[in-house]
């Protein structure tokens, strides 16, 4: 995999991890203190290291160190954090002009990454795409889209789900801590159903969990629903692949009702699990595709596709923003679709499973604080919890990610409680580097167990 990675060739940053400095090292320390004294103490941090250039699989820091990204920024920065071929459309674009917001007068990148979206996405019906900036502003317009669409009010989300930060996508998503707390009242109109997590349903089958989302359906009128919003796998939730069969079955129960199914691949999406879509592994269409993050490789642009009777049902004007579908981010967009079509990303993403799997798979029988190893592709995760009684085990999902990083390695925790450390490496990643990091990672495992 490392000699048939895209942007093999044309990196300057080193592709191997070094350490010069304690991590974080001193000058990070010195801008962080500098940092809180400015900015509002409301973000948090998972790793307090200041950066200064990153590529591929390294990120570099203000000391000199090269660390090894398992996070790409959250899911973002797929093909590398300083692409050659996105670098390149957005500083042709920058010569060209920044803005003109597409609501004032319009350019062809806007048309052409919707139409992309509109010919890639799952579902073989006539599409329209509407870009906006974040993937929360892309949840919110989902529903604005599915009540103009359906006259009605409620939203069905999900437990263990996330969906953002903004008022409305606050109450569609789960975890109150960090998320909610402090923040209510949350809006009206926000109903949430059982998830089928296959680790904490052990016995339970999907049938069930299907039975008891209908019975919640019933409970407020299924007619009242305009949508039930989804991840195909959830993200912050846990990176949590539903059970076989959950989201065909949701599929059948939104037919059944009139209810717009709303596929959110925020995450998930633009071929981190080694397919385009996450919900192509579940062969099922949403009648709304939410896509952001990897969409535009860090140059913001979210995207709801879908349905076009959907999509035209908002009046002309009920749609928009001032920087909806950025002329910069829409060219980023197109770097990336351009990257995407030969299929290369796409495997790339299902060898990196495959390595982390070879090296992560044995920790089960090894260690009794590891009770699975999941995800798709290129998104995996490791839960902590005592293998017998599946008590979650935060603390040492916090250690092994403390670990990682005073080695040299970006990890990220997510999880209702806060047990699981997930793995997001760009799916430029080379084979070495991402083995080099496993194996940090499977050092701290075996000495926090
Ligand atoms: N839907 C499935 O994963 C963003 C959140 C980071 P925005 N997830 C990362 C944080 O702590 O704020 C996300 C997601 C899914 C929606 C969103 C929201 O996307 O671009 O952060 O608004």
Not at 310 to 332: Q, V
Request: hydrophobic share 45%.
């Amino acid at each position: 995999m490392t000699e048939t990675l895209i942007n093999a060739t044309d990196r300057s940053l080193l592709q191997t991890r070094h350490l010069l400095t304690d991590i974080p090292g001193p000058r990070s320390l010195e801008l962080h203190a500098e940092r809180a004294e400015q900015v509002s103490s409301g973000f948090g941090i998972a790793l307090p290291v200041f950066v200064e250039r990153a590529e591929g699989g390294i990120v570099r820091d203000v000391d000199g160190n090269r660390l090894i990204d398992f996070a790409s920024g959250i899911a973002v920065t797929s093909l590398g954090a300083s692409n050659s071929r996105v670098a390149e459309r957005v500083a042709a674009q920058l010569e060209k002009f920044t803005h003109t917001c597409f609501m004032v007068t319009e350019y062809e990148a806007f048309t052409k990454v919707c139409s992309w979206l509109n010919r890639n996405t799952p579902g073989d019906f006539a599409k329209r795409t509407a870009l906006f900036t974040t993937g929360a502003e892309a949840v919110e317009n989902a529903v604005k889209i599915s009540r103009a669409a359906t006259g009605r009010p409620n939203v069905l989300v999900f437990d263990e789900a996330y969906h953002g930060r903004s008022l409305l996508t606050m109450a569609m998503t789960a975890k109150v801590n960090p998320y909610k707390k402090n923040f209510g009242p949350m809006p009206d109109h926000i109903v949430r159903a059982a998830s089928a997590n296959p680790l904490r349903n052990a016995g339970v089958r999907v049938e069930q969990v299907l039975e008891s989302v209908e019975s919640t359906l019933r409970e407020h009128d299924p007619f009242s629903f305009a949508a039930m919003v989804i991840e195909p796998i959830q993200g912050e939730g846990g990176f949590v692949v539903p059970m076989a069969g959950f989201i065909p079955g949701l599929r059948k129960l939104a037919d059944k009702y009139g209810i717009v199914l709303v596929l959110d691949e925020i995450q998930a999406g633009i071929g981190r699990t080694g397919t385009l879509f996450a919900s192509e592994h579940e062969q099922v269409a949403g009648d709304l595709v939410l896509t952001a993050k990897a969409l535009a490789n860090g140059v913001p642009l979210s995207a709801v596709t879908g349905r076009a009777e959907l999509l035209n049902a908002p009046h002309a004007g009920g749609l928009g923003g001032t920087y909806a579908g950025n002329p910069l981010a829409c060219e980023a967009a197109l770097a990336v679709f351009e990257q995407l079509e030969d299929g290369v990303l796409l495997a790339n993403a299902r060898r990196i499973e495959q390595v982390v799997r070879e090296v992560l798979e044995p920790l089960l029988d090894s260690t009794s604080i590891v009770a699975q190893v999941r995800g798709r592709g290129a998104m995996l995760a490791v839960e902590f919890a005592d293998r017998g009684t599946l008590v979650p085990r935060p603390d040492l999902a916090a250690k092994v990610s403390r670990d990682c990083h005073s080695q040299g390695v970006i990890t990220l925790t997510c999880g209702t409680h806060g047990n699981v450390l997930r793995l997001l490496p760009p799916l430029v990643i080379g084979e070495d580097l991402l083995r080099d990091g496993l194996e940090v990672l499977s050092r701290a495992i075996a000495s926090a167990a």
